[in-house]
């Protein structure tokens, strides 16, 4: 039976608990647990799971006019896995634009009447991803979906993609990893309130 994304997370350390000294995330909040799928690219066994649970995901809102678009940086290689197996034409966005050469912010080529499904590696706020889906509304393309492995299930997010009128899937997300758990994790009154019910 093959293992299930969560214990992939938990086996290799990519999904890590310190109560004692919490971790302090990119958006400044302050939690006993930290994500990490980076980690996950240096194990080929567990990266292929990722990549075949990806493909089934994503492969239902495939159609002639997709392409691939990647967060960078951690949603690159996911999205250059994906780019290639289906056999699409690949991009990926900067959080800021090149300080250098042409100062981009969107890598690659984009056309209007693409359809563009959109990979990030991890959701917490989803900031850095509606930061992706705008530049792109703005630019005047077209975002099916977004996809990512994990979400931590915070309110901000759901309400954030919902805003935007953009659907989203995860291959897993918190919940189900604290199911797999031997020991719950405790959460002061300001950090329940983060998450959606």
Avoid at 109 to 137: H, N, R
Avoid at 147 to 173: D, M, V
Wanted: hydrophobic share 40%; aromatic share 12%; glycine share 4%.
């Amino acid at each position: 039976m093959q293992p299930s994304i969560c214990s992939l997370l938990l086996k290799h350390n990519a999904f890590v608990i310190n109560e004692t000294n919490p971790f302090t995330w990119s958006s400044g909040m302050t939690m006993p647990f930290y994500c990490d799928n980076r980690v996950l690219l240096s194990f080929p066994e567990s990266r292929k799971i990722i990549i075949d649970e990806f493909c089934q995901l994503i492969n239902p809102h495939i159609t002639k006019k997709t392409a691939i678009v990647g967060i960078a940086t951690a949603g690159i290689p996911w999205a250059s896995f994906l780019a290639a197996h289906f056999q699409l034409p690949l991009t990926y966005i900067r959080p800021v634009p090149k300080n250098h050469g042409r100062a981009k912010t969107i890598e690659g080529e984009l056309f209007p009447d693409q359809e563009i499904l959109l990979i990030e590696d991890l959701i917490s706020t989803g900031k850095s991803s509606a930061k992706a889906i705008t530049l792109l509304q703005e630019n005047g393309f077209k975002v099916k979906y977004l996809f990512a492995i994990f979400s931590y299930g915070f309110k901000e997010s759901h309400n954030l993609f919902k805003q935007l009128e953009i659907p989203y899937k995860t291959l897993t997300n918190f919940n189900k990893l604290q199911k797999e758990l031997n020991t719950p994790i405790t959460f002061n009154e300001k950090q329940k309130e983060l998450f959606f019910d």
